[in-house]
């Protein structure tokens, strides 16, 4: 699906940025999230913590009531990240070619 408008917030501790992460609205009503941490804060839940601060500021800014994040299937941190940060499991898919793990997350949810 090709976007309509992105959005990319930072995430940072003490004036140094921790990560970011991209919404991409597809619709008025769903987009697709991605995240990334700076290497320093990795594993040690910052993928979480920026992930769920970044989820209700969209979901109080924006219209949309489901975003969708599409995981490499290896990315376990990522995986991780994003159930921890309440995201649902709703299937394998392939993604320009690439098995990737579909998650779900709803305004409500």
């Known amino acids: 699906m090709e976007a309509t408008t992105c959005q990319i917030l930072i995430g940072e501790t003490e004036g140094t940025m921790v990560g970011q992460v991209r919404v991409d609205q597809w619709s008025e009503l769903e987009g697709e999230i991605s995240v990334g941490v700076v290497s320093g804060f990795r ?61 779900i997350r709803e305004r409500n949810g």
């Open 43 to 103: 594993g040690a839940g910052a993928g979480y913590r920026v992930l769920e601060l970044a989820v209700r500021q969209i979901f109080a800014t924006t219209r949309l009531s489901r975003i969708h994040p599409y995981i490499q299937a290896q990315n376990l941190a990522s995986i991780l990240a994003f159930e921890e940060a309440g995201f649902q499991k709703t299937g394998p898919e392939m993604v320009k070619g690439k098995r990737a793990a579909h998650y």
